[in-house]
């Protein structure tokens, strides 16, 4: 299958997060990518292709074009206070404060992000488009007539909600192919979030709606980041009750109780009958992932692949998580080859 991939992610780079009460390097850095072409390269996978420009468009189908425009803008208004470090929100609104996008940079980093993992510097906003330009390409080769293409969208997307970054995620790479795709004339999509950590932005972009079904496979919320989205109990509201499934697992799963929740969650989108497939593809499920808890082995990503590929549809693979970067080229290898064999 076709690989989407550009350089350009390297623009995000040399930044930071707040770890375990201390600033540390982001465990979300470039060599993750350059792990994974070596994996693909090793193993005959792609060919690689770039991303084309999609322009704002299909990202402001599914994002706020307030948030949109401080992405865009944050580097420039953080540097114009004299600062050359990278810029990392630290203060957020309590229940009972106002809802406003304030004027000072340090203000609207808080107002647009839920925690101090999501941390801008002078290239990120172009690695971010790029990133979105990959999963917009895999919806071309999808709406070609592909049966499946991965985009290596780096940095990922599934915590951003349509108005607010987090966990590493600045847009949405997952929800803005589902959204093309729909505009497209894909009466129904469907997103199979695999990734450690619950994708509470995909969750929460289509919550009210019936036309894109979220399932969700990830770590309890009661012991894992995000925390406050991600419950059994959240099934879609309106319109989109009953098209929202999470399965929680606790700290210590490993392969024959996640792939329980796979089979049930495959059994979900079945039902669903959709036009596509949109995988959020993250392999910090891995038992040596240096922030998840649960114990998947390199081999397990084979299954996973083939029991993703045994549904049926076209298949968009989007990059989302996975920091064992010693691993993380053999298990997203693992995952595309058990897909096409
Ligand atoms: N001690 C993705 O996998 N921070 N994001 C956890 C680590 C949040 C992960 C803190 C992790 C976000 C796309
Ligand atoms: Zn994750």
């Not at 994996?39 to 074009?65: F, K, M, N, Q, S």
């Not at 009972?96 to 941390?119: Q, V």
């Not at 589902?178 to 929460?204: E, F, K, M, P, W």
């Not at 289509?206 to 109990?233: K, M, S, T, W």
Request: net charge negative; charged share 20%; aromatic share 10%.
């Amino acid at each position: 299958m076709k690989i989407i991939h550009t350089p350009r992610h390297l623009g995000h780079s040399g930044h930071v997060e707040l770890n375990n009460g201390q600033i540390v390097p982001a465990f979300e850095k470039p060599e993750r990518v350059a792990m994974i072409l070596d994996a693909i390269g090793a193993r005959g996978l792609g060919p690689l292709i770039e991303p084309t420009v999609h322009g704002l468009d299909p990202l402001l189908a599914v994002h706020d074009p307030a948030y949109v425009r401080f992405l865009a803008q944050a580097w420039e208004l953080w540097t114009a206070e004299g600062r050359e470090t990278p810029a990392l929100p630290s203060f957020w609104r309590a229940p009972g404060m106002r809802f406003i996008e304030p004027d000072a940079i340090d203000g609207k980093l808080g107002h647009f992000s839920f925690d101090a993992g999501c941390c801008i510097v002078a290239g990120t906003w172009d690695a971010v488009q790029a990133g979105a330009d990959a999963a917009l390409t895999g919806v071309d080769l999808l709406s070609g007539g592909e049966r499946a293409a991965f985009a290596l969208c780096r940095p990922p997307g599934h915590h951003a909600h349509a108005g607010t970054m987090g966990g590493y995620c600045f847009i949405n790479n997952a929800a803005v192919a589902a959204q093309s795709l729909r505009d497209r004339g894909a009466a129904r999509v469907a997103i199979l979030d695999v990734d450690y950590h619950h994708g509470n932005g995909t969750q929460a972009i289509f919550y009210e709606r019936g036309d894109v079904l979220v399932c969700n496979i990830h770590a309890d919320p009661r012991q894992e980041f995000p925390y406050f989205l991600g419950y059994a109990d959240e099934t879609g509201a309106g319109a989109g009750e009953g098209f929202n499934a999470n399965f929680p697992l606790p700290w210590g799963t490993d392969y024959e109780g996640w792939s329980a929740a796979l089979e049930a969650a495959c059994g979900r989108v079945n039902a669903f009958a959709p036009d596509a497939l949109i995988v959020s593809l993250g392999v910090d499920t891995y038992k040596h992932d240096p922030i998840s808890q649960f114990r998947l082995d390199s081999p397990d990503y084979l299954r996973i692949g083939r029991r993703i590929a045994a549904l049926g549809l076209p298949t968009l693979f989007v990059m989302e998580g996975g920091y064992a970067v010693e691993a993380i080229g053999v298990n997203v290898a693992n995952t595309l080859e058990g897909f096409e064999t």
